[in-house]
Protein backbone atom coordinates (compact mmCIF):
# COMPACT_ATOMS: atom_id res chain seq x y z
CA UNK A 1 0.00 0.00 0.00
CA UNK A 2 1.31 3.89 -0.53
CA UNK A 3 1.47 4.33 3.25
CA UNK A 4 2.34 7.96 2.68
CA UNK A 5 -0.60 8.79 0.83
CA UNK A 6 -2.96 7.35 3.60
CA UNK A 7 -1.08 9.12 6.08
CA UNK A 8 -1.61 12.62 4.37
CA UNK A 9 -5.52 11.49 4.38
CA UNK A 10 -5.51 10.30 8.17
CA UNK A 11 -3.87 13.85 8.83
CA UNK A 12 -6.20 15.70 7.48
CA UNK A 13 -9.35 13.97 9.09
CA UNK A 14 -7.48 14.26 11.93
CA UNK A 15 -7.03 18.05 11.77
CA UNK A 16 -10.52 18.25 10.48
CA UNK A 17 -13.03 15.59 12.44
CA UNK A 18 -15.08 15.63 9.63
CA UNK A 19 -14.80 13.64 6.38
CA UNK A 20 -16.99 15.99 4.34
CA UNK A 21 -14.58 18.87 5.21
CA UNK A 22 -11.64 16.65 4.73
CA UNK A 23 -12.96 15.11 1.40
CA UNK A 24 -13.32 18.71 0.55
CA UNK A 25 -9.88 20.00 1.51
CA UNK A 26 -8.04 17.10 -0.18
CA UNK A 27 -10.15 17.68 -3.60
CA UNK A 28 -11.60 14.69 -3.73
CA UNK A 29 -14.73 12.76 -2.88
CA UNK A 30 -15.81 11.21 0.88
CA UNK A 31 -16.20 7.56 0.01
CA UNK A 32 -12.46 7.15 -1.45
CA UNK A 33 -11.71 9.31 1.29
CA UNK A 34 -13.53 6.66 3.81
CA UNK A 35 -11.92 3.43 2.22
CA UNK A 36 -8.32 5.24 2.25
CA UNK A 37 -8.63 5.45 6.22
CA UNK A 38 -10.33 1.94 6.61
CA UNK A 39 -7.15 0.34 5.16
CA UNK A 40 -4.93 2.19 6.88
CA UNK A 41 -6.86 1.13 9.67
CA UNK A 42 -6.85 -2.88 8.33
CA UNK A 43 -2.79 -1.87 7.67
CA UNK A 44 -1.92 -0.88 11.81
CA UNK A 45 -4.63 -2.99 12.76
CA UNK A 46 -6.45 -0.56 15.23
CA UNK A 47 -9.22 1.51 14.97
CA UNK A 48 -8.22 5.86 14.38
CA UNK A 49 -11.58 6.89 14.53
CA UNK A 50 -14.24 7.02 17.25
CA UNK A 51 -17.58 6.80 15.07
CA UNK A 52 -19.79 5.55 17.48
CA UNK A 53 -21.17 9.37 17.98
CA UNK A 54 -22.23 11.90 15.64
CA UNK A 55 -18.77 13.44 16.03
CA UNK A 56 -15.86 11.82 14.98
CA UNK A 57 -13.61 11.66 17.45
CA UNK A 58 -9.76 10.30 17.63
CA UNK A 59 -9.00 7.17 19.49
CA UNK A 60 -5.70 6.91 21.47
CA UNK A 61 -4.37 5.26 18.49
CA UNK A 62 -5.28 8.13 16.11
CA UNK A 63 -4.09 10.53 18.96
CA UNK A 64 -0.58 8.78 19.06
CA UNK A 65 -0.43 8.02 15.19
CA UNK A 66 -1.35 11.99 14.59
CA UNK A 67 2.21 13.20 15.77
CA UNK A 68 4.19 10.17 14.47
CA UNK A 69 2.68 10.54 11.15
CA UNK A 70 3.05 14.61 11.25
CA UNK A 71 7.04 13.99 11.80
CA UNK A 72 6.66 11.38 9.00
CA UNK A 73 5.50 13.61 6.45
CA UNK A 74 7.82 16.55 7.23
CA UNK A 75 10.42 13.98 6.83
CA UNK A 76 9.07 13.50 3.02
CA UNK A 77 8.61 16.72 2.35
CA UNK A 78 12.81 17.46 3.30
CA UNK A 79 13.97 14.24 1.54
CA UNK A 80 12.07 15.35 -1.20
CA UNK A 81 12.89 18.61 -1.74
CA UNK A 82 17.11 17.04 -0.69
CA UNK A 83 16.63 14.93 -3.87
CA UNK A 84 15.13 17.77 -5.71
CA UNK A 85 18.37 19.55 -5.30
CA UNK A 86 20.22 16.97 -6.03
CA UNK A 87 18.18 16.74 -9.44
CA UNK A 88 18.84 20.26 -10.15
CA UNK A 89 22.94 20.23 -9.41
CA UNK A 90 22.45 22.73 -6.36
CA UNK A 91 23.55 19.84 -3.93
CA UNK A 92 26.65 17.25 -4.29
CA UNK A 93 30.22 17.70 -5.80
CA UNK A 94 30.62 18.69 -9.00
CA UNK A 95 33.78 18.29 -10.54
CA UNK A 96 35.20 20.89 -12.96
CA UNK A 97 38.04 21.55 -15.14
CA UNK A 98 39.82 24.74 -15.89
CA UNK A 99 42.44 25.69 -18.61
CA UNK A 100 45.53 27.02 -16.56
CA UNK A 101 45.88 30.32 -17.93
CA UNK A 102 42.53 31.00 -16.33
CA UNK A 103 42.73 34.85 -14.79
CA UNK A 104 42.13 35.02 -11.26
CA UNK A 105 39.40 37.37 -11.34
CA UNK A 106 37.42 35.06 -13.71
CA UNK A 107 37.83 32.24 -11.49
CA UNK A 108 36.67 34.25 -8.91
CA UNK A 109 33.73 35.20 -10.83
CA UNK A 110 32.70 31.45 -11.76
CA UNK A 111 33.12 30.71 -8.44
CA UNK A 112 30.91 33.34 -6.62
CA UNK A 113 28.47 32.81 -9.23
CA UNK A 114 28.32 29.25 -8.44
CA UNK A 115 27.74 30.06 -4.81
CA UNK A 116 25.26 32.19 -5.80
CA UNK A 117 23.11 30.12 -7.29
CA UNK A 118 24.16 26.28 -5.77
CA UNK A 119 25.26 27.27 -2.28
CA UNK A 120 24.78 23.60 -1.49
CA UNK A 121 27.18 22.62 -4.43
CA UNK A 122 30.55 21.93 -4.21
CA UNK A 123 32.71 22.37 -6.36
CA UNK A 124 35.88 20.25 -7.02
CA UNK A 125 38.27 22.73 -9.41
CA UNK A 126 40.84 21.57 -11.31
CA UNK A 127 43.73 23.28 -13.61
CA UNK A 128 43.70 21.20 -16.71
CA UNK A 129 44.57 21.70 -20.06
CA UNK A 130 42.28 21.01 -22.62
CA UNK A 131 43.65 18.20 -24.02
CA UNK A 132 43.40 16.55 -20.03
CA UNK A 133 39.85 17.67 -20.12
CA UNK A 134 38.78 16.29 -22.78
CA UNK A 135 40.15 12.46 -21.86
CA UNK A 136 38.92 12.99 -18.08
CA UNK A 137 35.63 13.80 -19.28
CA UNK A 138 35.85 10.33 -21.57
CA UNK A 139 36.97 8.38 -18.38
CA UNK A 140 34.39 10.03 -16.20
CA UNK A 141 37.06 11.50 -14.02
CA UNK A 142 35.76 14.97 -14.71
CA UNK A 143 31.74 16.17 -14.84
CA UNK A 144 32.49 19.70 -17.21
CA UNK A 145 35.69 21.05 -18.14
CA UNK A 146 35.92 24.97 -19.57
CA UNK A 147 37.99 24.24 -22.77
CA UNK A 148 39.54 26.08 -25.98
CA UNK A 149 37.88 24.58 -29.03
CA UNK A 150 37.86 22.40 -31.69
CA UNK A 151 37.99 19.93 -29.62
CA UNK A 152 38.37 15.98 -30.87
CA UNK A 153 36.25 13.48 -29.91
CA UNK A 154 32.50 12.80 -29.48
CA UNK A 155 30.49 12.67 -26.77
CA UNK A 156 30.20 15.74 -25.44
CA UNK A 157 27.85 18.49 -25.26
CA UNK A 158 28.98 22.09 -25.41
CA UNK A 159 27.71 24.82 -23.63
CA UNK A 160 27.08 28.79 -24.92
CA UNK A 161 30.37 29.21 -27.01
CA UNK A 162 32.47 33.00 -26.13
CA UNK A 163 35.09 33.79 -28.98
CA UNK A 164 37.49 35.80 -27.66
CA UNK A 165 40.35 37.91 -30.37
CA UNK A 166 43.72 37.22 -30.45
CA UNK A 167 46.72 39.02 -31.63
CA UNK A 168 50.33 39.10 -31.47
CA UNK A 169 52.68 39.42 -28.42
CA UNK A 170 55.96 41.45 -29.00
CA UNK A 171 58.65 42.74 -27.32
CA UNK A 172 57.08 46.81 -26.52
CA UNK A 173 60.45 48.14 -28.45
CA UNK A 174 60.06 46.28 -31.81
CA UNK A 175 59.13 48.19 -34.60
CA UNK A 176 56.13 45.92 -35.26
CA UNK A 177 54.72 47.05 -32.33
CA UNK A 178 54.65 50.53 -33.22
CA UNK A 179 51.68 49.81 -35.66
CA UNK A 180 48.09 49.81 -34.85
CA UNK A 181 47.85 46.29 -36.02
CA UNK A 182 50.53 43.17 -37.23
CA UNK A 183 50.34 41.17 -40.67
CA UNK A 184 51.01 37.48 -39.99
CA UNK A 185 52.78 37.75 -43.14
CA UNK A 186 54.88 40.60 -41.63
CA UNK A 187 56.16 38.32 -38.56
CA UNK A 188 58.20 35.62 -41.44
CA UNK A 189 61.41 34.90 -40.13
CA UNK A 190 60.12 34.59 -36.65
CA UNK A 191 59.52 31.81 -34.16
CA UNK A 192 55.77 30.69 -32.80
CA UNK A 193 55.71 30.65 -28.98
CA UNK A 194 52.93 28.70 -27.98
CA UNK A 195 51.40 26.45 -25.79
CA UNK A 196 52.19 22.24 -26.46
CA UNK A 197 50.24 20.58 -29.12
CA UNK A 198 49.20 17.97 -26.42
CA UNK A 199 47.10 21.10 -24.02
CA UNK A 200 45.29 21.77 -26.56
CA UNK A 201 45.52 20.01 -30.12
CA UNK A 202 42.68 21.40 -31.97
CA UNK A 203 43.34 25.19 -31.47
CA UNK A 204 46.95 24.72 -31.83
CA UNK A 205 46.93 23.15 -35.31
CA UNK A 206 44.28 25.40 -36.27
CA UNK A 207 45.70 28.73 -35.29
CA UNK A 208 48.92 26.82 -37.23
CA UNK A 209 46.85 26.31 -40.21
CA UNK A 210 45.34 30.16 -40.49
CA UNK A 211 49.25 31.29 -40.09
CA UNK A 212 50.41 29.40 -43.01
CA UNK A 213 47.10 30.59 -44.94
CA UNK A 214 48.35 34.51 -43.72
CA UNK A 215 51.65 34.10 -45.06
CA UNK A 216 53.31 33.19 -41.96
CA UNK A 217 55.69 29.96 -41.57
CA UNK A 218 57.01 30.11 -38.35
CA UNK A 219 61.05 29.19 -38.62
CA UNK A 220 60.17 26.99 -34.95
CA UNK A 221 57.20 26.49 -32.74
CA UNK A 222 58.37 26.71 -29.40
CA UNK A 223 56.38 25.44 -26.63
CA UNK A 224 55.50 27.44 -23.52
CA UNK A 225 53.62 25.96 -20.74
CA UNK A 226 53.38 29.07 -18.54
CA UNK A 227 53.17 32.37 -19.19
CA UNK A 228 56.28 33.70 -17.85
CA UNK A 229 58.40 31.37 -20.06
CA UNK A 230 56.32 32.33 -23.19
CA UNK A 231 57.45 35.75 -21.73
CA UNK A 232 61.02 35.19 -21.46
CA UNK A 233 60.85 33.66 -25.15
CA UNK A 234 58.97 36.49 -26.38
CA UNK A 235 61.30 38.95 -24.63
CA UNK A 236 64.37 37.34 -25.94
CA UNK A 237 63.88 38.55 -29.29
CA UNK A 238 63.13 36.52 -32.21
CA UNK A 239 59.67 35.09 -31.34
CA UNK A 240 55.98 35.97 -30.78
CA UNK A 241 53.10 35.00 -29.50
CA UNK A 242 49.91 34.33 -30.30
CA UNK A 243 47.28 35.36 -27.07
CA UNK A 244 44.06 36.78 -26.26
CA UNK A 245 44.94 40.81 -25.00
CA UNK A 246 44.59 39.85 -21.32
CA UNK A 247 47.73 37.83 -21.87
CA UNK A 248 49.75 40.79 -22.29
CA UNK A 249 48.05 42.86 -19.50
CA UNK A 250 50.29 40.61 -17.19
CA UNK A 251 53.85 42.09 -18.46
CA UNK A 252 54.29 45.35 -18.98
CA UNK A 253 57.43 44.97 -21.48
CA UNK A 254 54.57 42.93 -23.89
CA UNK A 255 53.18 44.62 -26.25
CA UNK A 256 49.67 43.43 -27.55
CA UNK A 257 48.57 43.75 -31.05
CA UNK A 258 45.72 43.13 -33.52
CA UNK A 259 45.69 40.79 -36.58
CA UNK A 260 44.96 42.51 -39.38
CA UNK A 261 41.62 40.88 -41.14
CA UNK A 262 40.98 39.70 -37.14
CA UNK A 263 41.56 35.86 -39.01
CA UNK A 264 41.62 33.90 -35.15
CA UNK A 265 39.53 34.04 -32.23
CA UNK A 266 39.94 31.68 -29.39
CA UNK A 267 36.51 29.75 -28.90
CA UNK A 268 36.09 28.96 -25.53
CA UNK A 269 33.00 27.23 -23.73
CA UNK A 270 32.03 23.99 -21.10
CA UNK A 271 32.16 20.52 -22.07
CA UNK A 272 30.41 17.74 -20.35
CA UNK A 273 29.67 14.07 -21.00
CA UNK A 274 26.06 13.97 -23.25
CA UNK A 275 25.24 10.82 -21.56
CA UNK A 276 24.82 10.75 -17.91
CA UNK A 277 25.74 14.39 -17.43
CA UNK A 278 26.31 16.12 -13.85
CA UNK A 279 23.08 17.79 -13.29
CA UNK A 280 24.45 21.11 -12.54
CA UNK A 281 26.85 20.98 -15.37
CA UNK A 282 24.41 23.10 -18.11
CA UNK A 283 24.51 25.76 -15.36
CA UNK A 284 28.06 26.00 -14.87
CA UNK A 285 28.12 26.22 -18.90
CA UNK A 286 25.65 29.24 -18.55
CA UNK A 287 27.98 30.70 -15.85
CA UNK A 288 30.47 30.14 -17.66
CA UNK A 289 30.11 32.41 -20.71
CA UNK A 290 28.34 34.75 -18.65
CA UNK A 291 31.91 35.44 -16.44
CA UNK A 292 34.30 34.92 -19.91
CA UNK A 293 31.60 37.57 -21.80
CA UNK A 294 33.30 40.62 -20.80
CA UNK A 295 36.42 39.29 -22.01
CA UNK A 296 35.73 38.92 -25.41
CA UNK A 297 35.00 42.79 -25.49
CA UNK A 298 38.36 44.49 -26.39
CA UNK A 299 40.23 47.24 -24.11
CA UNK A 300 41.37 50.09 -24.59
CA UNK A 301 43.94 51.66 -27.18
CA UNK A 302 47.31 50.64 -25.94
CA UNK A 303 49.69 53.86 -26.99
CA UNK A 304 52.55 53.28 -29.43
CA UNK A 305 55.99 52.92 -28.65
CA UNK A 306 59.25 53.89 -29.58
CA UNK A 307 61.44 51.55 -30.60
CA UNK A 308 64.48 51.63 -28.21
CA UNK A 309 66.63 48.93 -28.99
CA UNK A 310 67.08 47.14 -32.54
CA UNK A 311 64.58 44.17 -33.36
CA UNK A 312 66.95 41.11 -33.72
CA UNK A 313 65.60 39.79 -36.60
CA UNK A 314 66.11 41.59 -40.28
CA UNK A 315 62.77 43.50 -41.87
CA UNK A 316 63.07 45.28 -45.45
CA UNK A 317 64.87 48.33 -45.55
CA UNK A 318 62.56 51.32 -45.21
CA UNK A 319 59.82 49.57 -43.53
CA UNK A 320 60.30 51.20 -39.82
CA UNK A 321 59.66 54.38 -41.72
CA UNK A 322 56.43 53.90 -43.40
CA UNK A 323 55.20 52.51 -39.89
CA UNK A 324 52.51 55.11 -38.25
CA UNK A 325 54.24 56.99 -35.20
Same mark, same amino acid.
Request: hydrophobic fraction near 45%; charged fraction near 25%; aromatic fraction near 4%.
Given at each position: ??????????? $??? #?? +??? @?? *? %?? !?? /?????????????????????????????????????????????????????????????????????????????? $??? #?? +??? @?? *? %?? !?? /????????????????????????????????????????????????????????????????????????????????????????? %?????????????????????????????????????????????????????????????????????????????????????????????????????????????????????
Amino acid at each position: MDLLRHLRHFV $VVA #RE +LHF @GR *A %AE !AL /GMAQPPLSQSIQRLERELDVVLFDRSQRRVRLTTAGELLLGEADELLAGERRLRNLIDQVRRGALGVLRAGVPPETPA $VTL #RA +LLD @GL *A %AR !AP /GLDVDLHELTSGEQVRMLAEGQLDVGLLHQPVTGSGLRLGPTVDVPVGVLLPRDAPPARARQVALADLAGLDLVTAPRATAPGWHDHVL %AVCREHGFHPDRIRAARNPEFLFGLVLAGGSVAIEPEATARREPRIAWRPIVGAPLFRRTSAAWPARAAHPAAPMFGQLAAEVLGPAAEPGPPVPLAPAARPWPVLFEAGQDEKLPR
